[in-house]
């Protein structure tokens, strides 16, 4: 019997942890995958968690990981569709951090990008033929603004991978609880409520997480889809309506 799989990066951010509760209220997923530092402290019977050195994930055997985890034979029917080729793997990528909080543009870098791409990259090796990645509002290589260009970078390197379909999300500034706090952020999303509020510049209305991993869920499952699609905030908004 052929299973649907979700394979989740950045499970622990604030779209991340949005989408693994999407993941887990669809009944066209059988499992959900997540991959991260740490495990989070939180338990489903579609969860299987898998701790990563995300500088290695060239290394990590997913089967020999899950394996360890099947005392209780509980995984047994995810190790056989992973080993029967039955599975049908989607990717849900939502990893980032802020320059800030990695210290450098190094290390934002390779947080931002290297660790999107080892991703990318490990999933395709597993069979994953659709990728979703939490993006943002105004990537482009080519900006002047540091993060812009790296989210825009990271764009463009997927474009070029060979998965059947790359949905890529553009949320304007993300409304949610964060651990925590950022000052900046919590300024413009105030000022930018009353200016969408007033009708103008609709396109950067703020967007809640939830709204954004429901619609990365959604387009997941349009199995019509196939090239390279940019999701706007705008739409997200409206298909979560």
Partial sequence: MSRRIAFVSGSSG????????????????????????????????KLVQVAVDFDKLDQVDLRENISNQNM???FQPLLKALESGSA???AFCSLGTTIKQAGSKENFYRVDH??????ARMVMGLGAKRFMYVSALGADA???????QVKGEVENDLKRMDFD??????????????????????????VM???????LFRKYK????????????????????????????????????
């Avoid at 509760?21 to 402290?41: C, K, M, Y």
């Fill in 72 to 74: 209780g034979g509980d």
């Fill in 165 to 190: 379909y790359v949905g890529i999300f553009q949320p304007s500034l993300l409304l949610g609880e964060r651990k925590e706090n950022r000052l900046g952020e919590e300024v413009a999303k105030i």
């Fill in 114 to 119: 290297d660790y999107v791409i080892n991703f």
């Fill in 88 to 90: 049908r793997p989607i």
């Fill in 142 to 148: 080519q900006s002047s603004i540091y993060y812009n």
């Fill in 206 to 241: 703020p967007i809640y997480d939830h709204q954004v991993a429901k619609a990365m869920v959604k387009k997941s499952l349009e199995g019509e889809n196939s090239g390279n699609e940019t999701v706007s905030s705008s739409e997200m908004h409206k298909m979560s309506e």
């Fill in 193 to 199: 409520k009353g200016v969408t509020f007033l009708g």
């Fill in 14 to 45: 604030l779209v991340g942890m949005k989408l693994l509760h999407q993941l887990f209220q669809n009944s066209e997923f059988d499992w959900v995958i997540s991959f991260g530092r740490r495990n989070l402290a939180i338990k489903h019977h």
